[in-house]
């Protein structure tokens, strides 16, 4: 299995540096070529490990790969860990990330840049899978900036944009705050286990749980403290609340970077994150307090302006938001297994919905607002149906005992988690998670309404006038104005059907390992100890009252019919709530003015205090002080030095006698 | 390599060099230096090949007596030897970023690079207490002209600020001097670093050290100095200036101060932490409003400077460890994130960042190093700086969670200010006609940028190389200053097990 480990990370590596030093001087198609290949061989060979694990023939193993650092105590190296957990991320990540290479030719044709978009992909990958080989803290962290790096690099990429190169940097910065924690969390680990590996850390955090320790001044719990800094960093990279806000910017790149980046993997680091610390969070009660909070808390708050905003992709970049709220809290209430198995079949299907949004762009000549879509039913039919299994399984439609899409497994297991783990904390997440899911199903269903159903209402868009050459009053009565959607060609097409197998199929074939453990009577057997699998709570899951069970089907009904109602059987509806309820919509539509915010506190003070510290710092004090206050006195003394030497005699006889007087007066004294 | 006097060789070099340069002048000094410069780096490697990793402490010494209290005496552990690595690396590479933009009095000008070569050198080598301050302060007299005689505008406002700061600490650092040889008996530095002078004594020899010391790095509040400075110096100079200048002082601290007044470094590193953590905060903001190119990154250094002097007085290895990577990485990143200014400054002859914009569309392969160089001053994971930052940081932590904390808002703001930069010079549309007509990197831009992006990465995926050196040195200098550590504030305490796993569902609610 070594040399196909190896393979596996190293290969998107080498593509991307290729692909990256090459850039143009060959043509696109080979940079295309290189990339794409080596994904599909990860992938390829990422499946016999996954099975593997799935099948119990395989075992954890480390690849050792280079010495890193060593200094004192500290060591950490260059080595790659595989195990049930890594197994199922590999999986995700180079699948995924072999689709979006594929999608990608299809959707950046026209782009001249293809070469360097290519390698920032592989780049990505690389970092990602680096991310989670990851034996030590340090070398996470490496693979956690490695994909803030690609993040920022992709982000950006059309950086002609002012708006993109304002949203990397924003993705940049807020991350490094959680950075902060991240760092610190290290830091406090080191200190207090000596050591950055995390299966020596795993092993002796049980001891730690009752010891305090420090920090700021403050006396806390060790493994509170340690977790809670540790989780700060996976907020950022995971979007929850508070950090959130580099998200929706960051769909800014191109279309199949939010679907790889954005939806499917770097998002679901913070979360792998806690997941693979398991066993260190279960023995910190209130860090886990916190992550659950935070977890329901986001997936409420992020569901909220899901159901208001215009933008295709910002709908669904909340929609992920909110998705990974649902994992945290999974986490939260102790069910890793059930965080990692939404994290699994979210990865399929909101893949799928961003390249699917990234097909209905394409068709639409890049018009992403769905006020101008409408009636693109019968016109893209394969991306239509490829979006309705999306919506499908996102909504997690299913009847109980017999089939459903990928999201009824995962959605209705993390709900019934929460409540089966009893506490206050886990009850509000319960209901959290169960008012957000009727708003995932509302704004879903919204967006396939008004993206696939109703009338046309293209010629009010501008891209579409562009491509038309013809206003709205010219086009008169046909709303349309004569443009023709075209459906995507079929290098675009192949990754979508892909990807909706994955969605219909993921949550039934893999319930019973992922949530279970196992198929058979063995539970925990698939994880084998790479996650803390909590059997208490796997068991009390699946007891939970048939009313708990069915909340989340009926609740994802309810934002059906909510949504069938308002964008399809009254559409005047929403005009008239918004008339009534101005102030909600505004602050809602406003994403609760967090950017407003965050920019009166945090980004102006810094920049005021900058130019203070200059002007009124370094040059108005320390410099005028300093070195041109000596210089200002060194001027005038020996100006006034000057006037005393004088070269007239009676000058030097004065200064002589009262020099005299102050002698004498100081011997007597 | 017993017996042939290498670094006196490495020395001579340059001086041949530099009277040489005096006298041809014109064009053919170019030459003269590059090959002077390029032989100085060649027996620069072979020192590093020949240096025994784990053998004496010191080596490659050489003695010889002048006169009473002072000999000719140079020698270098692992810390002297990476430091003189990274001038003598960055030496042929000032003298190519050198090669056009310099036209006035060129012999003169290459002269003076190659005379702060051979100070340099006998800086970081000398083990004679006088020696190492004639080195250490006559370093000034080279970098004073380049700044007054080829500098910008305002050259001598900032040639004689940087003069002034400079020599005002020097001078109470050569009468502490005094006192250490007539109460030691002997100017040998090695001797000396052993020597325990008495606690009171060291108080007022730590604080007169500390005066030369912060000036040279320059911590907060006596940096001002620094932005004036890189901005008329030109390019050539500002990359030897933040290269190899600055590590002046944090070489400082670590040969003298802590070993020779362990007491009064413990007990003065409150002070050390107070203005390293307003330096981090303070210069990291003011870099974010910076208009002027070369004046962000002046005061990014002082930042990250800080972050060295509070790694050095964390008073673990890896405070010390990280102390000297970032000391490394930040020659190799900061000189090469100047040489970025200076190859768009040679095109359009301003540093105004305004002026700039898109340029990664007439010139991808620059943007491209001026990413990495960028990324690299970031911090991130695989390039130099990382390494630095988060042993010193982890250091830090180790003895106060306060300064770590501070310390490391320092990732937040650095990635604010650089990637600013970034944005305003490389994305964006290309709004100034001149700006977007510039050609990408020549082939001598490429030599000087390429090397620096290899040896930046290579520092971030395998620092061993660079560690290795000087890890017995920091053993030894750890054991020699851990009694005087500061006591951490992080106190880890026993106490009864919680509950043993907070989902276990038998033990509702675990909270404490």
């Known amino acids: ?669 | 390599m017993d017996g042939f006097p290498i670094l006196t060789t490495m020395m001579l070099v340059p001086l041949v060099g530099a009277i040489l340069c005096l006298f041809i002048g014109g064009a053919a000094a170019r030459g003269v230096a590059l090959a002077a410069t390029l032989a100085t780096f060649a027996l620069g490697v072979l020192l590093w090949a020949s240096y025994d990793i784990g053998g004496a402490q010191w080596q490659f010494t050489e003695r010889a007596e002048l006169f009473e209290g002072f000999s000719y005496a140079l020698g270098i552990d692992g810390i002297a030897l990476m430091l003189i690595m990274l001038s003598v690396f960055l030496m042929p590479i000032c003298v190519l970023a050198s090669w056009t933009s310099i036209t006035k009095r060129v012999g003169e000008y290459m002269s003076a690079f190659l005379f702060m070569e051979v100070l340099m050198i006998g800086v970081f080598a000398a083990q004679d207490l006088f020696l190492f301050y004639i080195f250490f302060e006559a370093g000034l007299i080279p970098m004073y002209l380049i700044i007054g005689v080829w500098g910008g505008d305002n050259r001598i406002y900032a040639s004689y600020k940087f003069f002034l700061y400079t020599l005002f600490g020097s001078v109470l650092m050569l009468i502490a001097m005094f006192w250490m040889v007539a109460e030691a008996g002997t100017s040998d530095i090695p001797t000396l670093m052993q020597y325990d002078f008495p606690v009171a004594a060291q108080f007022w020899l730590f604080l007169a050290f500390f005066a030369s010391f912060a000036v040279k790095m320059p911590m907060w509040p006596v940096h001002t100095w620094l932005p004036d400075a890189h901005v008329q110096a030109p390019t050539a100079g500002s990359v030897i200036l933040a290269g190899v200048l600055l590590k002046l002082g944090g070489y400082g601290f670590i040969r003298f101060s802590l070993p020779m007044f362990p007491d009064a470094s413990g007990e003065l590193a409150w002070l050390i932490f107070a203005l390293s953590m307003v330096a981090v905060v303070y210069t990291s903001l003011v870099a974010l409003v910076q208009q002027d190119m070369k004046k962000l990154i002046a005061y990014s250094s002082v930042a990250h400077m800080a972050l060295v002097t509070a790694g050095l007085f964390a008073f673990n290895v890896q405070g010390l460890e990280g102390a000297m990577m970032i000391m490394l990485g930040h020659g190799l990143v900061s000189g090469a994130l100047f040489l970025c200014v200076g190859v768009i400054y040679d095109r359009l002859h301003t540093r105004e960042i305004d002026r700039y914009g898109g340029l990664s569309i007439n010139m991808p392969y620059y943007a491209l190093f001026f990413l990495l160089f960028t990324m690299a001053s970031v911090g991130l994971p695989g390039t130099s700086n990382f390494i630095g930052e988060f042993l010193a940081l982890a250091g830090i932590y180790q003895t106060s969670t306060w300064v770590a904390f501070v310390c490391t808002t320092g990732i937040i703001l650095g990635a604010a200010y650089m990637l600013y930069l970034y944005r305003r010079v490389a994305f964006g549309v290309q709004k100034n006609e001149d700006a977007a007509a510039m050609p990408d990197i020549t082939a001598r831009e490429w030599a000087m940028m390429a090397p620096i992006a290899a040896a930046v990465l290579w520092m971030g995926v395998y620092p061993e190389s660079f560690l290795a050196p000087m890890r017995a040195d920091i053993a030894a200098l750890d054991a020699r200053i851990a009694s005087a550590a500061p006591a951490n504030d992080s106190q880890l305490a026993d106490g009864a097990p919680r509950a043993e796993a907070a989902n276990a569902i038998a033990h509702e609610g675990g909270e404490h």
């Open chain 1, 1 to 669: 299995m070594q040399t196909q480990i190896l393979l596996i990370v190293f290969l998107p590596l080498l593509a991307s540096i290729i692909a990256g030093l090459v850039n143009k001087n060959a043509p696109s198609v080979f940079a295309k070529s290189i990339t794409t290949g080596a994904l599909f061989v990860s992938a390829a060979l990422s499946w016999p490990i996954f099975l593997g694990f799935l099948g119990g023939t395989a075992t954890a193993e480390v690849v050792p790969v280079l010495k890193w650092v060593q200094s004192g105590d500290m060591t950490f190296d260059w080595a790659l860990r595989v195990d049930a957990l890594t197994a199922v991320m590999l999986v995700v990540i180079n699948s995924v990330s072999a689709l979006v290479h594929l999608y990608s030719w299809g959707y950046m044709e026209e782009d001249p840049d293809q070469p360097r978009f290519f390698a920032y992909l592989s780049l990505f990958t690389f970092a990602m899978l680096m991310l989670v080989t990851a034996d030590n803290l340090v070398q996470m962290f490496f693979g956690w900036e490695g994909v803030g790096l690609a993040s920022y690099l992709l982000i950006g990429f059309w950086f002609k944009k002012p708006s993109a190169g304002a949203a990397a940097i924003k993705a940049f910065v807020v991350n490094r705050v959680g950075d902060l924690g991240f760092m610190l969390g290290i830091f406090g680990t080191f200190l207090v286990f000596q050591t950055t590996s995390i299966s020596e850390i795993l092993e002796a955090a049980p001891a730690m749980s009752g010891t305090t320790i420090g920090f700021l001044g403050m006396r806390l719990y060790t493994m509170d403290i340690l977790c809670i800094l540790l989780f700060i960093g996976a907020m950022g990279k995971s979007a929850q609340l508070f950090l959130h806000t580099w998200l929706p910017d960051a769909m800014e790149g191109p279309t199949p970077v939010s679907a790889l980046i954005h939806a499917a993997t770097m998002v679901t680091a913070g979360v792998f994150m806690v997941c693979r610390l398991s066993p260190m969070f279960e023995t910190a009660p209130t860090a886990l307090a916190i992550v659950t909070v935070v977890g329901a808390a986001t997936c409420f708050f992020a569901a909220t302006i899901g159901t208001t905003q215009w933008d295709i992709k910002r709908v669904i970049a909340y929609s992920t938001c909110s998705q990974l709220g649902y994992m945290f809290f999974a986490a939260g209430v102790g069910a890793y297994g059930v965080a990692m198995f939404h994290l699994f079949t979210h990865a399929f299907f909101k893949a799928l919905l961003f390249l699917g949004a990234g097909s209905v762009i394409h068709a639409m000549h890049h018009e992403q607002d769905m006020r101008y879509y409408g009636d693109l039913r019968k016109k893209i039919p394969i991306t239509f149906w490829a979006m309705m299994a999306g919506t499908l399984a996102i909504t997690g439609v299913g009847v109980l005992g017999v089939f459903g899409f990928a999201g009824f497994y995962s959605k209705d297991a993390i709900l019934e988690a929460a409540f089966a783990r009893g506490t206050g904390i886990s009850q509000f997440a319960f209901w959290a998670g169960a008012v957000a899911a009727l708003l995932t199903s509302f704004y879903s269903w919204r967006l396939m309404f008004l993206t696939f159903w109703g009338k046309p209402r293209w010629i009010d868009s501008e891209h579409i006038q562009h491509s038309v050459h013809k206003t709205p009053e010219e086009a008169g009565a046909d709303t349309t104005g004569g443009y023709k959607p075209h459906e995507s060609p079929w290098s675009m097409l192949i990754p979508l059907i892909l990807l909706t197998v994955g969605a219909v199929l993921a949550g039934y074939i893999y319930k019973y390992p992922f949530i279970d453990g196992s198929s058979d009577a063995v539970n925990g057997a698939f994880w084998g100890g790479s996650i803390y699998f909590n059997e208490n709570l796997v068991h009390a899951l699946h007891a939970v009252p048939l009313w708990v069970k069915l909340t989340a089907t009926v609740v994802m009904i309810t934002g059906f019919i909510g949504a069938y109602i308002a964008y399809i059987a009254k559409p005047d509806i929403p005009a008239k709530f918004v008339e009534n309820f101005g102030w909600l919509h505004r602050f809602v539509y406003n994403k609760w003015y967090f950017d407003e915010l965050y920019d009166r506190i945090f980004v102006k003070p810094a920049f005021w205090l900058g130019r203070q510290f200059w002007k009124l710092g370094d040059i108005g004090t320390i410099d005028r002080f300093g070195p041109n206050g000596i210089a200002w006195v060194v001027e005038r003394s020996s100006g006034a030095a000057k006037t005393i030497q004088s070269g007239y005699l009676y000058t030097y006889a004065l200064i002589m006698l009262l020099g005299l007087i102050a002698a004498i007066t100081w011997v007597l004294l």
